[in-house]
């Protein structure tokens, strides 16, 4: 079953807001990989973590590896239209080989 | 883009049927994923692939079956295809054995009617 646990489920902003969420799960993981997915395309990866604590951005996405290994968090500042789509955690459970994804979060903005 | 290609992109069929879905990548990666998507499921593994003729289920994988003969193709079958898996099937590659870095293509719409 789902061992990840994502929220918000959907979001609706004002264009320039900040946005963020997260993902937490009773496991513990040693990956976290933030993937944003655009209607009709494949989820497309963002940002990976491979380290509790780390702290790692990619323009105006940061997102954060917790430091009990069982949360994670996107961040988006300045959201923009493009931004517009569904965002999907997911993660390596330790001592595991395969990724465990997120229900999502679907992020719609007003101009 | 990573070098990936789902065939078909759409696929309406009717119960009982068997399908085949194909996945095909120049990148040459060693490991090779088939995963569905549902609403409020996010992507569920069905099957995966470490290597030519080596593969292992994930956690939905009842009904279906893969084979990969090739490094390049990775294909999913469904023997005789059911309303429930009506899904959009995504195949996604990657070079290491965590399913990190993983690319995945653009998804195949299957409709069993």
């Known amino acids: 079953g789902q061992q990840l646990n994502q929220s918000p489920q959907s979001m609706f902003i004002q264009e320039g807001e900040d946005v963020s969420m997260n993902c937490t799960s009773s496991?513990?993981?040693?990956?976290w990989l933030w993937y944003k997915q655009d209607p009709g395309e494949g989820p497309v990866l963002l940002i990976a973590?491979?380290?509790?604590?780390e702290l790692t951005s990619n323009g105006r996405l940061t997102a954060q590896f917790g430091i009990t290994r069982k949360d994670s968090f996107l961040n988006i500042s300045a959201s923009i239209p493009s931004d517009v789509g569904i965002y999907f955690c997911?993660?390596?459970?330790?001592?595991?080989?395969?990724?465990?994804f997120g229900q999502g979060t679907r992020l719609t903005i007003n101009p | 883009d990573a070098g990936i290609t789902q065939s078909p992109r759409h696929k309406v069929t009717e119960t009982g049927t068997p399908v085949t879905l194909r996945c095909h990548q120049t990148?040459?990666?060693?490991?090779m994923y088939w995963y569905r998507q549902d609403p409020g499921h996010g992507l569920r593994l069905i099957h995966y692939s470490y290597g030519v003729k080596d593969t292992d289920k994930g956690e939905v994988s009842d009904g279906y079956s893969v084979s990969r003969s090739k490094t390049e193709d990775f294909l999913l079958t469904l023997e005789s295809a059911t309303s429930s898996q009506t899904s959009v099937y995504f195949c996604?590659?990657?070079?290491?054995?965590?399913?990190?870095?993983?690319?995945f293509g653009q998804g195949t719409r299957l409709t069993v009617v």
């Open positions: 996604a590659i990657s070079e290491s054995d965590r399913g990190t870095e993983a690319f």
């Open positions: 990148e040459n990666h060693r490991y």
């Open positions: 997911a993660g390596q459970l330790k001592g595991a080989q395969k990724l465990v």
């Open positions: 973590l491979y380290k509790a604590g």
């Open positions: 496991s513990i993981f040693n990956t």
